[in-house]
T-cell receptor
Framework: DTAVSQTPKYLVTQMGNDKSIKCEQN?????MYWYKQDSKKFLKIMFS???????INETVPNRFSPKSPDKAHLNLHINSLELGDSAVYFC??????????????FGPGTRLTVT | RKEVEQDPGPFNVPEGATVAFNCTYS??????FFWYRQDCRKEPKLLMS???SGNEDGRFTAQLNRASQYISLLIRDSKLSDSATYLC???????????FGKGNQVVVIP
């Protein structure tokens, strides 16, 4: 059973397009995250939701909009894609936001290439 | 100063040797610390939490130095399978700050 799943695994698209990445976790966790890992392998948090409430919203362009329909899902929609958006996007979840419950489980990543 | 800093390396380690590296953090209010391991083209996975008193898991030892604001990871008797990038994570609950370091790349050489 896959704990944290993301779709699609690969996404190749042209500049200016709008795309979505979906994430689902079947661990019963309350908190979910989106990360961006660029070509230099730097993993940077973008958003975090706890029970569908946005709790971390880093400085990212407002072309990026997360949506959490329920606590098991956190989707990422990106408008007007730019070349610099090319990266691997990881979804993650954790049981809670404190102490040992903060262990995060990551999805396999979505490799986005903007041409 | 960056929130979390790591020397990216690579750290080339002969098989069987010991390797250690640090991760420094800037926020003195940080409360939780973790080491994650990331293999090439894979997702990060938790290696171990870092407790104030230090902790050990087999060949891996993690330490926290609050005074100097760094955590460390030591790998004894390195195996080829230890080759990976080791990411530190620093969390401050009060202001919901969560930051990953850029990682220490370890290459174990036969």
């Amino acid at each position: 059973d896959t704990a944290v799943s993301q779709t699609p695994k690969y996404l190749v698209t042209q500049m200016g397009n709008d795309k979505s990445i979906k994430c689902e976790q079947n661990l019963g966790h309350d908190t979910m995250y989106w990360y961006k890992q660029d070509s230099k392998k730097f993993l940077k948090i973008m958003f975090s939701y706890n029970n569908k409430e946005l709790i971390i919203n880093e400085t990212v362009p407002n072309r990026f909009s997360p949506k959490s329909p329920d606590k098991a899902h956190l989707n990422l929609h990106i408008n007007s894609l730019e070349l610099g958006d090319s990266a691997v996007y990881f979804c993650a979840s954790s049981q809670d936001r404190a102490g040992s419950s903060y262990e995060q489980y990551f999805g396999p990543g979505t490799r986005l290439t903007v041409t | 100063r960056k929130e979390v800093e790591q020397d990216p390396g690579p750290f080339n380690v002969p098989e069987g040797a010991t390797v250690a590296f640090n991760c420094t953090y800037s926020n003195s209010a940080s409360q939780s610390f973790f080491w994650y391991r990331q293999d090439c083209r894979k997702e990060p996975k938790l290696l171990m939490s870092v407790y104030s008193s230090g902790n050990e898991d087999g060949r891996f030892t993690a330490q926290l130095n609050r005074a100097s604001q760094y955590i460390s990871l030591l790998i004894r008797d390195s195996k080829l399978s230890d080759s990976a990038t080791y990411l530190c994570v620093v969390i401050s609950y009060g202001n919901n700050r969560l930051a990953f370091g850029k990682g220490n790349q370890v290459v174990v050489i036969p």
